[in-house]
C-alpha cells in the first residue's frame, strides 16, 4: 500500500502565494506519475497539475503561468507551488501518485491523499 500525505494548505489573500507538498511512503516500487487535483463546491474534481517521471509536465489552462508543480524524487515528494492565487481558486486540493508496489511490481495504480482546503479570499 502507498500512504499519501498533504501539507500546506490554508487561508490566503488574492494574489498571494501557497505551497502545497505531498509525500508518498510505504510499498513503493516505482512512481509513473505524480499530481494536484482540485475540487471546489458544487463541482467535479478536476486536474490541476501533474508530472511524469521523465519530467514532462502538464497544467490546466486555468493555472498556467502562476502554478508550478515539481518533484523531489529522492523523497518521493511532489510540491505544487501557486502564486497569483486568485478566489476562483478556493477548493480542497487532492495529491495523486500512479505508482507500483514491491508486491506487485507491474501493476500501477493511482492513489490519492486526503485533500488540504486553500480558500482564496480577503
Known amino acids: 500500500q502507498v500512504q499519501l500525505v498533504e501539507s500546506g494548505g490554508g487561508l490566503v489573500q488574492p494574489g498571494g502565494s501557497l505551497r502545497l507538498s505531498c509525500a508518498a511512503s510505504g510499498s513503493i516500487f516505482r512512481i509513473n506519475v505524480m499530481g494536484w487535483y482540485r475540487q471546489a463546491p458544487g463541482k467535479q474534481r478536476e486536474l490541476v497539475a501533474r508530472i511524469t517521471v521523465s519530467d514532462n509536465t502538464h497544467y490546466a489552462d486555468s493555472v498556467k503561468d502562476r502554478f508550478t508543480i515539481s518533484t523531489d524524487n529522492a523523497k518521493n515528494t511532489v510540491n505544487l507551488q501557486m502564486n497569483s492565487l486568485k478566489p476562483e481558486d478556493t477548493a480542497v486540493y487532492y495529491c495523486?501518485?500512479?505508482?507500483?508496489?514491491?508486491?506487485?511490481?507491474?501493476?500501477?495504480?493511482?492513489?490519492w491523499g486526503q485533500g488540504t482546503q486553500v480558500t482564496v479570499s480577503s
Open positions: 495523486n501518485v500512479v505508482s507500483s508496489s514491491y508486491e506487485r511490481r507491474f501493476e500501477f495504480r493511482a492513489y
